[in-house]
């Protein structure tokens, strides 16, 4: 992909608006209030609808100082691409402006990794990195991202690329984060759902990549960015992380009064 070449907005109309205006006025709304901001060296987003989990998203982002330098893993729902697939060039955009990809860093990592993949192809419909922007863009003007997102859940690789991913970024002295995006429990009763995601995000606040993947399988969580989440976990570790923290869950149910069929959503930062 040419360095030029721009990745258009796949769901602004849909996950967000497609206006600037609306976009801006629905992201000041949901932060609210100015916070205090704490360093972090990851987090974790959800990636549904602005209606549904943006507020989730708005207490994550509004409370930390994000950095120049963003590395965003995320699941890839499309099917199309590499099962590890990085995007190294190109500009995306939102109704908000472009970002630039971060060629340099992408580079770095692709050149240092057995895994990863050099595809656009993966990126361009998929929706789970390209719902943080707007929140990003509206917080901070002068970022870069490098986009990654994953249809493999081997966790040895996933593992592996985590340990690739901090090896990268400890060369680059606190100037980048990691942010994975995932959704937790898919479709199911409220009870349920919220019991399913107590188990994860237990496993996720203890640092535990391997207890995430077993309480996914044994207790059939329909977390859909669980890779990701491995991958960061994984990284965020090798890079100093000690501690982390819940700073919001709630399910679309919270929102819409249907308790039927809900998904889950839970915002972590880590540090």
């Given at each position: 992909m040419a360095a030029s070449k721009i990745r258009k907005a796949a769901v602004a109309g849909k996950f967000y608006p497609s206006s600037a205006g609306e976009l801006k006025k629905q992201i000041?709304?949901?932060?609210?209030?100015?916070?205090?901001?704490?360093?972090?060296?990851?987090?974790?987003?959800?990636?549904?609808?602005?209606?549904?989990?943006?507020?989730?998203?708005?207490?994550?982002?509004?409370?930390?100082n994000i950095k120049e330098r963003i590395v965003l893993l995320g699941p890839n729902h499309t099917g199309f691409?590499?099962?590890?697939?990085?995007?190294?060039?190109?500009?995306?955009?939102?109704?908000?402006?472009?970002?630039?990809?971060?060629?340099d860093l992408a580079k770095q990592l692709l050149r240092g990794s057995k895994y990863l993949e050099d595809d656009s192809a993966a990126h361009i419909?998929?929706?789970?990195l390209e719902v943080q922007l707007p929140f990003l863009q509206y917080l901070k003007t002068d970022f870069k991202i490098v986009p990654i997102v994953f249809l493999s859940d081997g966790i040895e690789a996933l593992k592996e690329i985590g340990?690739?991913?901090a090896g990268v970024l400890k060369g680059l002295k606190g100037s980048a984060m990691i942010l994975a995006s995932s959704d937790m429990t898919h479709y199911e009763p409220q009870e349920a759902a919220r019991n399913k995601d107590k188990e994860a995000i237990e496993a996720i606040l203890a640092l535990d990549e391997d207890r995430l993947l077993e309480r996914v399988r044994q207790l059939g969580i329909s977390m859909c960015g669980y890779a990701p989440v491995i991958v960061m976990l994984r990284a965020a570790k090798m890079l100093g992380a000690r501690f982390a923290s819940l700073v919001k869950y709630q399910t679309s149910g919270d929102i819409s009064g249907e308790l039927d069929s809900v998904v889950g959503y839970a915002g972590i930062t880590i540090y």
């Open positions: 000041k709304d949901l932060i609210g209030k100015e916070t205090d901001k704490t360093d972090v060296i990851a987090c974790m987003l959800p990636h549904a609808g602005y209606m549904y989990s943006g507020s989730v998203v708005a207490g994550v982002l509004s409370s930390v691409g590499a099962p590890f697939s990085i995007m190294t060039e190109g500009i995306w955009q939102t109704p908000l402006g472009k970002v630039k990809i971060d060629s419909y998929e929706h789970s340990e690739e991913i």
